[in-house]
């Protein structure tokens, strides 16, 4: 096996594991954001808007959450179009929101829409940041 090979096998095996990883923390911070739930669901919109998406340049590669709940169809379909409308920098990202627009209403009275699901977000990013950062050292 030739340099060259190993280096593109070796991107791939990042690329795969970039992907995985930010697809688990996306689907936890929302079953984090869902099952923390302290505000009336009248309609089940809004906690049918909540989702992520993982993005690479722009490009979408994998989305999750957004699942009708209590008949919040409306909801899920209002999520999903705002996923795609977010401005997305070059490189991976991970992108979680709370689709319907009195979101941060909610969440300005007190209320955790999806707060504790950035959270978890910002918890899980920094652990695998450290654990890169252990392994990096290692080589």
């Known amino acids: 096996m030739e340099f060259d090979d190993y ?18 923390i996306g689907e936890r911070a929302y079953q984090k954001a869902i099952q923390s739930v302290d505000y009336q669901n009248d309609t089940g919109n809004l906690r049918s808007s909540i989702g992520w998406g993982v993005y690479r340049d722009s490009q979408k590669l994998a989305q999750g959450g ?22 997305k920098p070059k490189g991976y990202v991970l992108v979680f929101v709370a689709g319907m627009h009195y979101a ?18 910002e918890s899980l990013a920094k652990d695998i940041i450290n654990q890169i950062r252990r392994f990096s050292n290692v080589l």
Request: net charge negative.
């Open 104 to 121: 941060t209403y909610v969440e300005a009275k007190g209320r955790d829409v999806n707060t504790s699901g950035e959270l978890l977000i």
């Open 66 to 87: 957004f699942t009708p709940i209590a008949g919040g169809v409306q909801g899920s379909a209002i999520g999903e179009a705002l996923l795609d409308k977010v401005d």
């Open 7 to 24: 280096a593109r096998g070796l991107v791939q095996e990042l690329d795969r594991a970039t992907l995985n990883a930010l697809c688990h």
